[in-house]
Nanobody, 115 residues
Framework: QVQIVDSGGGLVQSGGSLRLSCTAS????????IDWYRQAPGKQREWVAE???????TYLPSVRDRFTISRDITKNTLYLQMISLKPEDTATYYC?????????WGQGTQVTVSS
């Protein structure tokens, strides 16, 4: 059974930093394309960043210079390091493991950035 667990969210002031984690069981994350998405209240879910099995990373332009996606293969964990956070980054952040036509979602972790 595959389980994806998102963690690391919290309340931070504008300009602050957080590191989100995406941990999996029943699946090896480094074998798949992994995406981070976010959803703010009243808005559609938005793609944020991606890392491929080969390690290629892409980012939403508005976060490219502030967010870094990485992984620790030994821990089967993916990270999203976020710096210089802005109030508009406030959202629930989700990890998504693409395993084919579909995939597996984490439960989400809330990030709130106060101004």
């Amino acid at each position: 059974q595959v389980q994806i667990v998102d963690s690391g969210g919290g309340l931070v002031q504008s300009g602050g930093s957080l590191r989100l984690s995406c941990t999996a069981s029943g699946i090896i994350l480094s074998n798949h394309i992994i995406d981070w998405y976010r959803q703010a209240p009243g808005k559609q879910r938005e793609w944020v960043a991606e890392i491929t099995s080969g390690g290629l990373k892409t980012y939403l332009p508005s976060v490219r210079d502030r967010f870094t996606i990485s992984r620790d293969i030994t821990k089967n964990t993916l990270y999203l390091q976020m710096i210089s956070l802005k109030p508009e980054d406030t959202a629930t952040y989700y990890c998504y493991a693409r395993t084919g036509p579909g995939g597996y979602w984490g439960q989400g972790t809330q990030v709130t950035v106060s101004s």
